[in-house]
């Protein structure tokens, strides 16, 4: 009998939260530096390799890591995360090189679409995550916050409204941080960090 039918561990298993929340923090910072204008606003695409290849990898293969161990809500919620950052990938790419042939006049509304979307996306798992632990709620709640505040700036041309905005993202990276902190104790052996009670 081969060691792999003798072993009854499962194939998978650990903790997908611990590559997952760095990874989107990571993300999340680099979008917040470049909408609080650490970058001006023509250099923005330079937060794209994170946000692309460590962030949108990242969280694709969290959750394909938690839907391995049957964690469906885990990996629903990287899943969204990974399709959010990806697609705001491909946005920027497609309209820095003009791949999707949008109107110049077109582009604020095009960019608007993007944004309102996501807006609606990331409120319905806003209230997806309501019987989870509060720091999920308040890190897509205020992803919901950030995206409204970028619809309105984008179609106002606001860049203050921007900016704020990006001051948000440094919020729910910060939740992020915290979240990571205590998926990394708990996998090293220590104690997770309470992460609030669920609202339902």
Do not use: E, R
Not at 66 to 82: D, E, R, T
Not at 184 to 198: E, V
């Amino acid at each position: 009998m081969s060691a792999v039918a003798q072993s009854s561990s499962p194939a998978w298993s650990g903790d997908p939260a611990v590559l997952g929340l760095p990874v989107f923090v990571v993300g999340s910072i680099s979008l917040g530096l470049a909408l609080t204008g650490y970058v001006p606003p023509a250099a923005a695409a330079s937060a794209l390799p994170i946000i692309l290849m460590a962030t949108g990898l990242g969280l694709l293969i969290s959750a394909l890591w938690a839907a391995a161990l049957g964690q469906s809500m885990v990996a629903c919620i990287f899943g969204v995360f990974a399709a959010f950052w990806l697609s705001y990938s491909v946005l920027v790419l497609g309209l820095n090189h003009d791949w999707f042939k949008i109107p110049a006049a077109d582009v604020v509304d095009s960019i608007a679409l993007f944004q309102l979307s996501w807006a609606i996306a990331m409120g319905m798992l806003t209230i997806a995550t309501l019987k989870l632990p509060a720091a999920f709620t308040a890190i897509a709640g205020l992803v919901v916050v950030a995206l409204i505040m970028l619809v309105i700036a984008t179609k106002n041309a606001d860049a203050d409204l921007t900016k704020a905005a990006g001051y948000v993202v440094f919020a729910f990276a910060a939740i992020g941080v915290y979240a990571f902190l205590g998926a990394a104790s708990a996998a090293s052996g220590g104690k997770g960090y309470p992460l609030g009670p669920s609202m339902l």
